[in-house]
Protein backbone atom coordinates (compact mmCIF):
# COMPACT_ATOMS: atom_id res chain seq x y z
CA UNK A 1 0.00 0.00 0.00
CA UNK A 2 1.41 3.43 -1.15
CA UNK A 3 2.01 6.00 1.88
CA UNK A 4 0.74 8.64 -0.21
CA UNK A 5 -3.23 7.65 -0.11
CA UNK A 6 -4.01 10.42 2.20
CA UNK A 7 -2.33 13.70 2.52
CA UNK A 8 -3.95 15.82 5.00
CA UNK A 9 -4.59 19.64 4.61
CA UNK A 10 -1.81 21.29 6.89
CA UNK A 11 -3.27 24.86 6.39
CA UNK A 12 -5.56 26.55 4.63
CA UNK A 13 -5.09 25.26 1.40
CA UNK A 14 -1.72 23.59 1.99
CA UNK A 15 -1.32 19.84 2.25
CA UNK A 16 1.17 17.51 3.82
CA UNK A 17 3.97 16.44 0.54
CA UNK A 18 2.54 19.20 -1.73
CA UNK A 19 4.92 21.25 -2.57
CA UNK A 20 4.28 25.15 -3.07
CA UNK A 21 5.97 25.50 -6.53
CA UNK A 22 6.35 28.57 -8.30
CA UNK A 23 3.66 29.09 -10.49
CA UNK A 24 5.89 28.51 -14.31
CA UNK A 25 9.70 28.12 -13.37
CA UNK A 26 10.92 28.89 -16.97
CA UNK A 27 10.58 32.16 -16.50
CA UNK A 28 9.40 32.76 -20.23
CA UNK A 29 5.84 33.88 -19.52
CA UNK A 30 4.15 37.04 -17.71
CA UNK A 31 2.51 36.62 -14.69
CA UNK A 32 1.96 37.69 -11.18
CA UNK A 33 2.19 36.49 -7.51
CA UNK A 34 1.12 33.02 -8.36
CA UNK A 35 1.88 29.68 -6.94
CA UNK A 36 1.12 25.67 -8.04
CA UNK A 37 0.70 23.00 -6.31
CA UNK A 38 0.51 19.40 -7.53
CA UNK A 39 -2.66 17.68 -6.04
CA UNK A 40 -2.84 14.78 -8.02
CA UNK A 41 -0.65 13.66 -10.68
CA UNK A 42 -1.91 9.92 -11.40
CA UNK A 43 -1.01 7.88 -14.89
CA UNK A 44 -3.81 5.52 -14.50
CA UNK A 45 -6.35 8.63 -15.04
CA UNK A 46 -4.52 10.77 -17.73
CA UNK A 47 -4.62 13.79 -15.95
CA UNK A 48 -3.21 15.89 -13.24
CA UNK A 49 -5.24 18.44 -10.34
CA UNK A 50 -3.23 21.26 -9.55
CA UNK A 51 -4.31 24.10 -6.86
CA UNK A 52 -3.20 28.03 -8.38
CA UNK A 53 -3.26 30.96 -5.71
CA UNK A 54 -3.33 34.26 -7.37
CA UNK A 55 -2.28 36.88 -4.71
CA UNK A 56 -4.36 40.34 -4.59
CA UNK A 57 -3.15 42.07 -7.35
CA UNK A 58 -2.01 38.74 -9.50
CA UNK A 59 -2.69 37.09 -12.25
CA UNK A 60 -1.94 34.20 -14.27
CA UNK A 61 -0.21 34.44 -17.92
CA UNK A 62 -2.23 35.18 -20.83
CA UNK A 63 -2.01 31.75 -23.23
CA UNK A 64 -4.09 29.51 -25.21
CA UNK A 65 -3.35 25.90 -26.05
CA UNK A 66 -4.97 22.74 -27.61
CA UNK A 67 -5.35 21.06 -24.18
CA UNK A 68 -8.67 22.30 -22.08
CA UNK A 69 -8.58 23.16 -18.55
CA UNK A 70 -11.32 22.48 -15.90
CA UNK A 71 -11.65 24.82 -13.29
CA UNK A 72 -13.03 24.73 -9.60
CA UNK A 73 -12.42 28.00 -7.69
CA UNK A 74 -12.41 27.46 -4.10
CA UNK A 75 -11.15 30.32 -2.77
CA UNK A 76 -11.55 34.56 -3.06
CA UNK A 77 -12.86 36.13 -6.20
CA UNK A 78 -11.88 37.78 -8.76
CA UNK A 79 -12.36 37.49 -13.07
CA UNK A 80 -11.01 35.60 -16.08
CA UNK A 81 -10.79 36.39 -19.54
CA UNK A 82 -12.36 33.48 -21.96
CA UNK A 83 -11.49 34.07 -25.23
CA UNK A 84 -12.89 37.81 -25.80
CA UNK A 85 -15.29 37.58 -22.64
CA UNK A 86 -14.67 38.92 -18.85
CA UNK A 87 -16.21 37.17 -16.60
CA UNK A 88 -16.87 37.77 -12.89
CA UNK A 89 -15.71 34.20 -10.64
CA UNK A 90 -16.26 33.31 -6.80
CA UNK A 91 -16.27 30.27 -4.96
CA UNK A 92 -17.41 27.36 -6.38
CA UNK A 93 -17.53 28.28 -9.92
CA UNK A 94 -17.01 26.50 -12.31
CA UNK A 95 -15.45 27.38 -15.38
CA UNK A 96 -14.44 25.80 -18.98
CA UNK A 97 -11.36 26.90 -20.59
CA UNK A 98 -11.64 25.11 -24.17
CA UNK A 99 -9.09 24.25 -26.77
CA UNK A 100 -7.18 27.25 -28.60
CA UNK A 101 -9.14 29.76 -26.42
CA UNK A 102 -7.36 33.14 -25.12
CA UNK A 103 -7.45 32.97 -21.00
CA UNK A 104 -6.70 34.78 -17.59
CA UNK A 105 -7.25 35.16 -14.18
CA UNK A 106 -6.75 37.77 -12.10
CA UNK A 107 -7.25 38.05 -8.30
CA UNK A 108 -9.76 41.32 -7.23
CA UNK A 109 -10.49 41.97 -3.31
CA UNK A 110 -8.49 41.27 -1.03
CA UNK A 111 -8.24 37.70 -0.39
CA UNK A 112 -6.00 35.07 -3.20
CA UNK A 113 -8.30 33.67 -5.82
CA UNK A 114 -7.54 30.22 -5.70
CA UNK A 115 -8.62 27.89 -8.14
CA UNK A 116 -8.26 24.12 -9.17
CA UNK A 117 -7.14 22.83 -12.30
CA UNK A 118 -7.52 19.64 -13.93
CA UNK A 119 -5.92 18.81 -17.09
CA UNK A 120 -4.33 16.24 -19.33
CA UNK A 121 -0.85 14.90 -18.13
CA UNK A 122 0.29 14.99 -21.63
CA UNK A 123 -0.09 18.48 -23.45
CA UNK A 124 1.02 20.84 -25.89
CA UNK A 125 3.09 23.94 -24.68
CA UNK A 126 1.02 27.24 -23.82
CA UNK A 127 0.93 29.85 -27.11
CA UNK A 128 1.65 33.32 -26.03
CA UNK A 129 -0.17 36.20 -27.54
CA UNK A 130 1.62 38.19 -30.35
CA UNK A 131 1.43 42.01 -31.02
CA UNK A 132 -1.47 40.86 -33.77
CA UNK A 133 -3.10 38.91 -31.15
CA UNK A 134 -2.77 41.34 -28.61
CA UNK A 135 -4.20 43.60 -31.27
CA UNK A 136 -7.52 41.86 -32.06
CA UNK A 137 -8.00 41.11 -28.72
CA UNK A 138 -7.97 44.64 -27.13
CA UNK A 139 -10.55 45.64 -30.19
CA UNK A 140 -13.02 44.44 -27.41
CA UNK A 141 -13.49 47.10 -25.25
CA UNK A 142 -13.95 45.38 -22.04
CA UNK A 143 -10.93 42.54 -23.04
CA UNK A 144 -8.79 46.17 -23.29
CA UNK A 145 -9.96 46.90 -19.32
CA UNK A 146 -8.61 43.33 -18.02
CA UNK A 147 -5.72 43.36 -19.75
CA UNK A 148 -4.73 47.02 -18.69
CA UNK A 149 -5.47 46.35 -15.12
CA UNK A 150 -3.31 43.05 -15.33
CA UNK A 151 -0.16 44.76 -16.49
CA UNK A 152 2.52 44.03 -14.24
MN1 LIG B 1 -3.70 27.58 -19.60
Known sequence: MREDLLRRQTAPFRWDRVSVLEYK?????PFLNVTRQVLFDEVELGCQL???EVA????TTLERHEHVHAVVVV??????????TVREVGPQDLVTVPAR??????AGGPEPLGFLCM?????????????????????VPAVAAFLDAAED
Open 119 to 139: VNRERDRPELPGAEDLCALTT
Open 25 to 29: QDGSA
Open 75 to 84: RGAGRCLLGT
Open 101 to 106: TWHQFR
Open 56 to 59: PGGH
Open 50 to 52: RYF
